[in-house]
């Protein structure tokens, strides 16, 4: 199982390692475990989580491995469309990590869990490091340097929302509602057309289309 060291413990040269760590086991695999093994999800979250949160410092130069990371988890949310084909349901798995199985796909609460790791990009915190005193430091996210990897991040949702072999139960998609509105707050309208344009087909479009219009409605819920 993944351990993690104490956030403040950690150096520059260990944030490369452990997201490549990281992105081994979300990797597709030609063979599948019987059974899934969410925990394995839980903990990744976890990790990803801790270093946003806490080591912003070191999180920062290494955003691009971050934005793979978090594409590779929305991606593992997948499951199979009922009835498919044995062959179908191969080309499915074929792109799914080794841990999960066919018949037991993640759910709920790796859902929630992704969300609030996606909602940590806004959070401001101040960085746990050795020697420095927290009283001195400005809390602050990774809101303004991540904004130009979210729509990478968000593609991934979409893909998956349009996979014709695949599905996102309505249950895993509530529970990202809050985590991809917050990807959305970090696009600004630049880049969501460049995304929009360059990078969706028509069925991609409807579905951002349809994203960007529940993020507008939420977000001004209770404002005159």
């Known amino acids: 199982m993944l351990t993690f060291v104490q956030p403040a413990a950690l150096r520059s040269m260990d944030i490369g390692s452990i997201y490549s760590l990281l992105s081994k086991y979300l990797a597709p695999s030609a063979k599948h475990d019987k ?95 050795h020697g420095t005193q927290s009283e001195t430091q400005k809390a602050e996210s990774l809101a303004t340097p991540f904004a130009k990897h979210a729509p990478y991040v968000l593609k991934a949702y979409i893909e998956a929302m349009n996979d014709p072999l695949c599905v996102l139960s309505l249950e895993v998609r509530k529970e990202l509602h809050s985590g991809l509105y917050a990807l959305c707050s970090l696009i600004g309208e630049h880049n969501r057309d460049a995304l929009t344009v360059s990078s969706l087909d028509a069925g991609g479009k409807t579905t951002i289309k349809a994203l960007r219009k529940e993020y507008e409605k939420q977000r001004y819920v209770g404002k005159g």
């Open 35 to 129: 059974i899934t093994t969410a925990p394995i999800f839980q903990r990744i979250t976890s990790i990803v989580n801790s270093i946003i949160r806490l080591r912003r410092d070191l999180a920062t130069p290494m955003l691009p491995h971050l934005g793979l990371v978090l594409r590779q988890l929305i991606l593992s949310l997948r499951e199979c469309r009922p009835q498919l084909a044995s062959k179908q349901k191969e080309m499915v798995m074929s792109t799914q990590p080794q841990w999960i199985c066919s018949s037991q796909s993640l759910g709920v609460d790796e859902a929630r869990a992704l969300s609030r790791v996606l909602e940590s990009l806004t959070t401001k915190t101040i960085a746990r490091v």
